[in-house]
């Protein structure tokens, strides 16, 4: 009670006159006159305006387009006719290659190739590792998207022109671009992957939206990245067909687009490829508050409203300001930032709404540490509504070797200041795990002592079983790094921060997720028989000598992309058939681990993590947990 008359004390001036105030005198005094000018003066010229600047915007992208695209065709010509000035010299033609991705580094790979029946013969193909390196994609692809263009290279080598979007083979921007290469007296293609980023990033500006098709209507650059991943064509819509049709190189016209709105749409038609620049800006935002009508009508009605001005920019401030921050601070809450600095500036209903909206900031701040902050903001917007799902999911469990002896090591050593050591051990240790999960689109379901449950393909997905599978093994081997790198330095027997060894039990199914508990208190977490499992596990990692172990449940959709070796089977409780288990020592793909070595065979990866090799034949798994036995039974 004595809160809440703090707060209303502070109202001195209510908001409901400062506005009855304001509006009265601007309306009674103005709106006629403003609106009359609007309709009859601004309008024509505000029309125009938009469609000259949304023109000249059109005019530099496709520009930039046109250089763009006739950069990326010359600087590869100068390449490949370095090569064949090279002739027989590997070693220069490296050289030659090596420098130009230094130099281009958004070209991704360049091949020669004569186009077959049987499919494309290459006969040269150059590959920038460091571009499939960094944007997490395969070069294998290149051969793979070609074979799929036998028209295209076909059409290509016949002396045309053509650029391709490769972007749903890769799942990256990616633009393919071929023209006809004739050096070896063949009728042979050059084609050049590239991306089209820093082409992107200068496309539109401000409600001014530009894309670019080609002459098959493919959706080659969007604002819209969905659309390129998704390998849109837009051939069908009228407008485009009536770009098509117009010979003219360039117009603007006003249209109706498939949504129903109207659009001032302008195109040019370049000359690679049959390419199009086309930008838009709707007619609606057209004619929202642009400076030209509001300059025109404080010129105008001055006279009528230098009185109300007085008193508009005394108010104005003590509204529009503390609402705008009101505004940012609700954003920022609403993207899961909870904690926001706020103070009231005002001793208004304003000011006492800040004072409060602050006290909630720092409420949320304090549950976002105890909940998944990514569940409680999807929760918040309703997009996560109470009850299970059943969802095709992997999940994960970690947890700390000898975890008990190293918290009495810590008891021994400092006494009663042990629980705020261990805490603060522990804390270092789960901030570097949970940012493992984080990266990879994981959520932690929750920390139980020492070990981390967390699940992929469950609040959210990366699109497939499959990725989501891998994405949860791609963690598992970020937190064999990340503990490699915490562990340097550190020494057994030092009982203050002792080295973490941890082992990691995976597993995939159809379990039951959503939000769990009762009115009172709720949680989004999983059930099912899958997660028993993966727990069951992770307990194995220690009788089995290993830190990952994998299901066959999870092998069977990620083992292409993984070095594994197959663990004994183990007869688990509640199971008909023994358990086949995989133990992970790296991805297929990797170049080197954290020491400058990746292990090749499992008795690589004890050595590297300090495992020492067990005799399974004389390891008495019962005697740590009645669920399992290994063995062929």
């Known amino acids: 009670m004595t809160d809440n008359k703090k707060r209303h004390s502070r109202i001195r001036y209510p908001i409901g006159l400062k506005l009855v105030f304001i509006i009265t005198t601007l309306i009674l005094l103005s709106l ?36 763009f695209l006739s950069s990326i065709r010359s600087n590869t010509l100068v390449l490949l006719d370095t090569l064949n000035a090279a002739g027989n010299s590997p070693a220069l033609s490296r050289q030659a290659a090596a420098f130009f991705f230094e130099r281009n580094q958004d070209v991704a790979a360049i091949t020669i190739l004569t186009p077959l029946s049987a499919g494309p013969s290459f006969s040269t193909l150059l590959v920038n590792d460091r571009f499939f390196l960094a944007n997490e994609t395969e070069s294998s692809l290149v051969e793979s998207f070609l074979a799929a263009q036998g028209e295209a290279l076909g059409r290509s080598a016949s002396g045309e022109l053509i650029i391709l979007n490769a972007a749903p083979v890769f799942g990256i921007p990616l633009l393919v671009l071929l023209y006809p290469w004739q050096e070896s007296g063949y009728n042979e293609a050059a084609a050049v992957f590239f991306s089209p980023d820093s082409l992107s990033e200068n496309f539109g500006t401000g409600a001014n939206s530009s894309f670019m098709i080609n002459g098959d209507g493919d959706v080659l650059i969007h604002p819209e990245h969905e659309l390129v991943r998704a390998g849109a064509n837009l051939r069908n819509q009228d407008f485009i067909q009536s770009v098509w049709e117009n010979a003219g190189a360039g117009m603007q016209s006003l249209y109706t687009g498939e949504d129903g709105n109207r659009y001032f749409g302008a195109f040019t038609k370049l000359s690679i490829a049959g390419i199009v620049v086309i930008t838009n800006i709707e007619y609606g935002v ?32 003590t509204i529009s300001a503390p609402l705008k921050t009101l505004t940012n601070a609700a954003e920022q809450i609403e993207g899961g930032q909870f904690e926001v600095s706020l103070s009231p500036r005002t001793g208004d209903e304003i000011g006492a709404l800040t004072e409060s909206f602050g006290r909630m900031s720092q409420a949320l701040g304090i549950f976002g540490r105890f909940t998944n902050r990514e569940i409680a903001v999807r929760a918040m917007r309703g997009e996560i509504k109470p009850g299970g799902l059943p969802k095709q999911a992997t999940i994960f469990f970690s947890d700390i070797r000898a975890f008990t002896e190293k918290s009495e090591n810590f008891t021994r050593k400092y006494g009663d200041q042990a629980s705020e050591r261990i805490v603060q051990w522990l804390n270092d240790y789960f901030t570097r795990m949970v940012e493992c999960v984080e990266k990879t689109g994981g959520v932690v379901d929750k920390f139980i002592g020492d070990a981390v449950m967390a699940h992929w393909g469950t609040a959210y997905t990366s699109g497939s079983v499959k990725e989501d599978a891998f994405n949860s093994v791609r963690t598992a081997l970020m937190m064999r790094a990340a503990l490699l790198e915490m562990n340097r330095g550190r020494r057994d027997d030092d009982p203050g921060n002792p080295p973490i060894h941890i082992g990691c039990g995976i597993n ?44 066959e449940n999870t092998w069977e959709l990620v083992g292409d992309r993984l070095l594994t070796e197959e663990m004994p089977p183990v007869k688990v409780k509640g199971k008909e058939k023994p358990v086949r288990l995989f133990a992970v020592l790296r991805l297929k793909e990797s170049r080197g681990g954290p020491d400058g070595r990746e292990p090749g065979t499992l008795a690589e990866l004890r050595e590297l993590l300090g495992i ?20 062929n039974e």
């Open 32 to 67: 006629t006159l403003i609106t009359a000018l609007v309709s009859v003066m601004v309008s024509t010229d505000v029309r125009i305006t938009a469609e000259d600047n949304n023109l000249s915007v059109n005019s530099r992208s496709a520009a930039e387009a046109e250089s």
């Open 286 to 317: 057209v004619f929202e508050g642009i400076a030209a009508t509001t300059r025109r009508n404080i010129y105008l009605t001055v006279a009528v409203l230098f009185a109300s001005i007085i008193f508009v920019r005394f108010f104005s401030k």
């Open 508 to 551: 995939s199914g159809v379990v039951t997720a959503g939000q769990i508990g009762s009115e009172q208190r709720m949680e989004y977490t999983v059930i099912g028989d899958p997660v028993n499992l993966a727990s069951r596990t992770e307990s194995l990692n220690k009788p089995l000598g290993t830190d990952i172990l994998i299901t």
């Open 612 to 631: 020492p090799e067990p005799d399974l034949s004389a390891v008495d798994t019962g005697a740590e947990e009645k669920k399992y036995k290994i063995g």
